[in-house]
């Protein structure tokens, strides 16, 4: 399928496309894969409280910030959803998604449950939500993936677990559902969904201009 | 994208693909297309009251049958949707269909805006249809299609624009907008729509114990 979905006879608003699963059901490679195919696909950027590991690049991956800042931007309303996760704060900023859509960009978010149900009660923002969770094939497969992460004793692993069955509980809440048993067919399966989504009626700006015109109405 | 889109964990309930255009947008080859690539998705047979033509195959073009037949079947209620065109009734039955969704396979229905509204306004089948509306690329190259299509009177021609403009007034009943202006990207997108509406989170039976299976929940 061609990258630059929008009809070159009107314009489209972005969307805001929501990648949710427990860890170790392969969300961050079918993200990887999917903003190196999709060229109108970008990643939204966090503000985080927490500190700046080795690798990490201020603006790429995060914008690190102190606790003043980041509850200041809290306080102004400048955050489309925010959590704190092991004591650190993380919040996505609003104004650049909303230059993103204007702009007929689409923005990837890798968040949780808890983001999402901030993101589709967002009076603003919530009709361009398009939310997609992605579930292992089987708690065997799962398990072993939470393994294989990291050598970590059992009681981690199971904390891991009770993690991830928490956070598949709230499977119902999102609009398309996806099984990853085979990453090159989840990664076109989330793709036709992107597309699909970028044909809405409701996403095409100009249509009814475009529609008169070919009625030869004025 | 693989044809048999349903995951093997759990089943599907089929969906009602309807797409509706103008003649000579390229709607009759789009759906030859997307029946000769997609081994999930049937063609709808309609019931009608026109006499048969040569090289039509009672039972696959349509079921035909007589005037007091038809009206029997409208006072049973056995019509998801009908209407009369040049003095002749065509009527889509609505058992074939639900027999079709309940087994897990898409049905195409190629109807125009009437047929559609009937389908979504139907208190059953309404939840499981999805509408894409294909418009053409310009006034031009519709005029071009509706001429190159016949060598008919000016006249006649006068008349079918003034149909198509009619039917294109109805886009915005539609979920799903496609400009046809390249028929390979068309069957593209139509195909990607096809695939993301399978892949909702409410088509997908069975999810809920899959789920439970996954956090280990009995």
Redesign the interface.
Known sequence: ??KQNA?P?FGRRGLIFVLSSPSGAGKTTISRELLRLDENLVMSVSTTTRPMRAGETEGADYNFVDEAHFERMTEDGAFLEHAQVFGYHYGTPRAPVEAALQAGTDVLFDIDWQGTQQLATDEKMGADLVSV?I?????KE?ESRLNSRARDPEEVVRER?AKA?GE??H??E??????N?DID?SV??V???L???R???SR?VG??E??Q?????D
Chains 1, 2 share one sequence.
């Open positions: 399928m061609n009809a006879y969770f579930l292992p094939p089987s708690t799962l677990m069955s598949m509980s499977f119902p999102y609009t398309y559902i996806i099984v048993d067919q076109d399966r793709q036709a969904i597309d699909a989504e044909l809405r009626m095409q249509l009814h475009f529609v015109g070919l009625r030869g109405v």
